[in-house]
């Protein structure tokens, strides 16, 4: 089982920066780490993964160049650094993490709610 609590969220203007935290515990071994986000009415998207050994990381075109994911492994910690916010960025945010090197992921955290006024 692995707990993920993610962090950081909070309201700020266009244009400002914001960097969730995604804290794991548990035992259960894990290969990549996912951040999500989820609007009003709209379905869950893709935001950003990072391989935990490689460090190598993949991005939504939605956020390229404006997101960046790290992870921190002696603390068990992933973040996502946001930069430029768009009110169209406002969701809830949620990190998961996964066992294997594609596809679906294992768990999830309970999210973190950002939002970006203009």
């Known amino acids: 089982q692995v707990q993920l609590v993610e962090s950081g969220g909070g309201l700020v203007q266009t244009g400002g920066s914001l960097r969730l935290s995604c804290a794991a515990s548990?035992?259960?071994?894990?290969?990549?780490m996912g951040w999500f986000r989820q609007a009003p009415g709209k379905e869950r998207e893709f935001l950003a993964t990072?391989?935990?050994?490689?460090?190598?990381?993949d991005y939504a075109d939605s956020v390229k160049g404006r997101f960046t994911i790290s992870r921190d492994n002696a603390n068990n910690t992933v973040y996502l650094q946001m930069n430029s916010l768009k009110p169209e960025d406002t969701a809830v945010y949620y990190c998961?993490?996964?066992?294997?090197?594609?596809?679906?992921?294992?768990?999830w955290g309970q999210g973190t709610q950002v939002t970006v006024s203009s």
């Open positions: 998961a993490s996964s066992s294997r090197i594609w596809g679906s992921y294992d768990y």
């Open positions: 548990g035992r259960t071994f894990r290969i990549r």
């Open positions: 990072i391989r935990l050994t490689t460090g190598s990381t």
